[in-house]
């Protein structure tokens, strides 16, 4: 599987942003995919996540702003980021696992290259 990850950009707090993941595979809608973002000098961390059911998980500090959704026809994985904040700048990642997972990194075999985020206050 192969993922691009797009929509980045500079945006002010409080605004809203799209991040988009398009895969490529015949076997897209078998996979659970996940959003991590990874700021200067920290962890690449979990931020949402939906499986192969449609089950979405969250971080704490996103939920209730940010929305993942997928459209298997498109092979194609969003992140809809509401009241962004200074804190959620980061490069956002897109990944991919055939695997059961916990949303943690390591069980994510695959990886886009990353979109990023910048939010200004």
């Known amino acids: 599987v192969q993922l691009q990850a797009s929509g980045g950009g500079l945006v002010q707090a409080g605004d809203s942003l799209s991040l988009t993941c398009a895969a490529s595979g015949r076997t897209f809608r078998g996979y659970n995919m996940g959003w991590f973002r990874q700021a200067p000098g920290k962890e690449r961390d979990f931020v949402a996540g939906i499986r192969w059911s449609g089950y979405t998980s969250y971080a704490d500090s996103v939920k209730g702003r940010f929305t993942i959704s997928r459209d298997n026809a498109k092979n194609t994985v969003y992140l809809q980021m509401n009241s962004l904040k200074p804190e959620d700048a980061a490069v956002y990642y897109c990944?991919?696992?055939?695997?059961?997972?916990?949303?943690?990194?390591?069980?994510?075999?695959?990886w886009g290259q990353g979109t990023q985020v910048t939010v200004s206050s």
């Open positions: 990944a991919a696992t055939a695997r059961a997972t916990s949303w943690i990194r390591s069980d994510f075999d695959y």
